[in-house]
């Protein structure tokens, strides 16, 4: 298997895939089986940093209970934002939820 992969190193990242399942052939073959045909797209670190903060952002002002100007001062403390900003992801968090959630 590991020549046939190296043949297809060229065009593919199954090589790199196979290493991450640390060479484990059953694990590997599992997510062939998964997602075999698939494009998948991996959003960078960043991304996902920022779509926890985001996340956060929105959990935190839904559970202000009437505190949303003190939260909201503690969320832009907290990530290095403007207080309007944090209001901003807040409202762009909660419609991007409702739309892929209904």
Known sequence: ?????MMLAKFTLMPEVLEFFDWDTKRFLRF????????????KREEVGRMARNVHILRAMERSDGHAPTVRRNLAE?????????????????????DGCG
């Open 1 to 5: 298997m590991y020549l046939t992969l």
């Open 32 to 43: 062939i089986d998964l997602f075999g045909g698939t494009a998948i797209n991996v959003p």
């Open 78 to 98: 907290l990530y290095g934002l403007s207080e309007e900003r944090v209001k901003k992801i807040y409202m762009e968090t909660q419609r991007e939820m409702q």
